[in-house]
């Protein structure tokens, strides 16, 4: 696929934080290199605190890199834009909007909605719904959907907006282990895996669950931390449409196993055990 | 409380339910609220069975008795309505410079490392307090009183203000960002509603602050100008006291003024429930 022009590339890029009662800066990412080709599903894991948020945000155009550059379709990305539509782990849904005006917030007062009239708005709201199922809970305020419905409501305001790439930050994070595994196959239907990978719409998808990069990914990309840089670059060459029975394949489990391996160290030295490891740049594809 | 009777007779409780019953809505609970003060009203009544005919201590049916003649003459409903008027201008005031000032003040810290020592020295120094600078500025009528109302409503209003749009999600704004929402429509649509709740919140207190401070203004301005032409219901307790020592009527006074201040609250409520229907 190296002979398409990638639609996101993020080139050198660094970043350093401030934190609150330190002296010197902490390098969060350093020299971060990626390309996303159109159409892709993307997922990077890494232990917590690995930046892996910070490079979605930079993306996004919500933080600057202080070093490297980041491009959209060849283009240097300047601060936040709905082509590069957000998807955030705690749903940033309005909660004095209903369920309904959360999906068309964006064609209402953002960009996406320019030049379209009130009807067209409303018709593409109840196409998002009707996308997500949600249809029947379109006068629902946040607060009385539960945790599930909320991240299907987001992700309708999302894909609703119709964004050229969608970056989720952990989506699924804050949900229970069974509507995780669900949610996941409903977030492959929707985003359209059943057509070819050219109406596909490109996906950068944060996780620290490698299951869930494994079974949504075309690649997953693994951080180490303390600097956060990529690791390895994995090529997940799993057929698509993914199904739950892939999760019994035993190419699945060795994917799995292998990023394990790939973090666990790091992961262990988190939570404050032992052996630390030289990071070691490793490319499987 | 003995079970076995208990068990034997109640079925409910035998059939192992304890606790109250849900479904069986407390019927008497609304009327629950007025039964102390009703007793207490009876023992005053009672108590003032003993006094000289000629007392002028106040009790129970001569309080009644006055409420009636003062809503009938018309000096009541009208000191009411002055009275009523001067809140609300002050209030308005209050509420326009709280919100000019507190929403920029809550967006940038800079603002507020200069305001705030400001507001906060000033906080501390009663409606009251500034009255002689009042009259002295706007003389002993409606604008003085006008004054103190703004000044008194004023500081819960900035301070829950600021509070709110302080505390407004940055996650909210950075969502608006992301869908390529402008500024200005950031600020009216993420930034105010999202802060509305601390606002009104800012605009009860504020409101209660101003009802407490039109009484006390008025008891003053009216002394200042011998009683005859401020008006108000602050006033009409000082020529009540003053003037033709009525207690009765002082009385009547007071009570008007709880039971004003609390339909006050009460309408407030109800407009933030009307207002924010997502925080039902």
């Given amino acids: 696929m190296d002979h398409v022009t990638p639609k996101l590339r993020l080139q050198g890029v660094s970043k350093s934080f401030l934190a609150p009662r330190a002296k010197a800066p902490t390098l969060a990412v350093a020299d ?50 709905a082509e590069r539509g957000v998807m955030f782990q705690d749903y940033a849904l ?52 539960s ?36 949610l996941q196959v409903e977030l492959l239907r929707i985003w359209g895996e059943t057509r070819p990978q050219a109406e596909r719409r490109t996906a950068l998808f944060i996780t620290h669950d490698i ?34 029975a892939l999760r019994a394949d035993p190419r699945f489990g060795e994917f799995a196993e292998h990023i394990w391996s790939l973090i666990r160290d790091e992961a262990r030295q988190a939570i404050g055990g032992l052996t630390p490891t030289t990071p070691q740049e490793e490319t499987t594809a | 409380m003995s079970a076995a009777v208990t068990r034997s007779s109640n079925p409910e409780v035998a059939a192992g ?40 201590a106040p009790y129970p049916s001569k309080v009644a008795s006055t409420l009636w003649a003062l809503t009938a003459s018309g000096d009541l409903p009208l000191a009411l309505v002055q009275s009523l008027g001067r809140v609300m201008a002050g209030f308005a005031c209050a509420l326009v410079i ?21 507001i906060e020295s ?13 009259i002295l500025w706007f003389g002993t009528g409606t604008p003085a009183a006008v004054f103190i109302v703004a000044y008194a409503a004023f500081f819960p209003l900035i301070v829950n203000t600021v509070h709110g749009v302080m505390n407004v999600p940055r996650r909210l704004l950075q969502a608006a960002h992301t869908m390529g929402v402008p500024r200005t429509r950031i600020l009216l649509h993420v930034l105010l509603p999202a802060s509305l709740p601390s606002v009104l919140l800012g605009a009860r207190l504020g409101m209660g602050m101003a009802w407490t401070a039109i009484i006390a203004a008025e008891l003053a301005v009216g002394a200042k100008s011998g009683g005859g032409t401020s008006g108000g219901i602050g006033q009409m307790m000082f020529v ?27 309408l407030f409520r109800a407009a933030e429930r009307r207002l924010m229907p997502w925080k039902a």
């Avoid at chain 1, 009239?117 to 593409?124: E, G, T």
Wanted: with cysteine.
């Fill in chain 2, 98 to 118: 709280g919100l000019l000032l507190g929403v920029p003040m809550g967006a940038s810290a800079k603002l507020r490392d200069n305001l705030d020592p400001i």
């Fill in chain 2, 240 to 266: 009540f006291y003053a003037y033709n020592v009525d207690l009765n009527a002082i009385v009547v006074c007071m009570g008007v003024v709880g039971l004003v201040a609390l339909a006050i609250d009460r």
């Fill in chain 1, 32 to 81: 971060f290199n990626l390309d996303i080709h159109p159409g892709e599903f993307v997922c990077i894991v890494g232990p917590s605190g690995c930046g892996k948020s910070t490079v979605l945000n930079m993306v996004a155009g919500l933080d600057t890199p202080d070093a490297g550059a980041i491009e959209l379709d060849g283009r240097q990305v300047q601060g936040p834009g």
């Fill in chain 2, 122 to 134: 000033f906080r501390p120094i009663a409606p009251m307090a500034v009255l002689p600078i009042a």
């Fill in chain 2, 17 to 56: 339910r304890v606790g109250p019953v849900p479904a069986a809505r407390d019927r008497l609970a609304p009327w629950r609220a007025l039964a102390l003060p009703a007793l207490l009203l009876v023992l005053w009544q009672l108590w003032a069975l003993g006094l000289p005919a000629d007392t002028r």
């Fill in chain 1, 147 to 182: 945790g599930g419905m909320r991240q299907r409501v987001a992700l309708a305001r999302l894909l609703a907006n119709g964004p050229d790439v969608l970056l989720m930050d952990e989506p699924l994070g804050a949900l229970d282990a069974q509507t995780r595994l669900i």
């Fill in chain 1, 211 to 244: 299951e869930e990069a494994v079974f949504l990914g075309d690649r997953v990309v693994v951080m180490s931390s303390h600097p956060g840089r990529v690791r390895a670059d994995i090529a997940i060459d799993l057929p698509r449409p993914r199904r739950e």
């Fill in chain 1, 94 to 145: 309005m909660p004095w909007q209903t369920v309904a005006q959360n999906v068309g917030f964006g064609l209402l007062h953002g960009t996406p909605g320019q030049g379209m009239s009130p009807a067209q708005r409303q018709a593409r709201v109840a196409e998002h719904l009707e996308l997500v199922g949600l249809t029947a809970a379109a006068n629902k305020y946040p607060h009385q959907l």
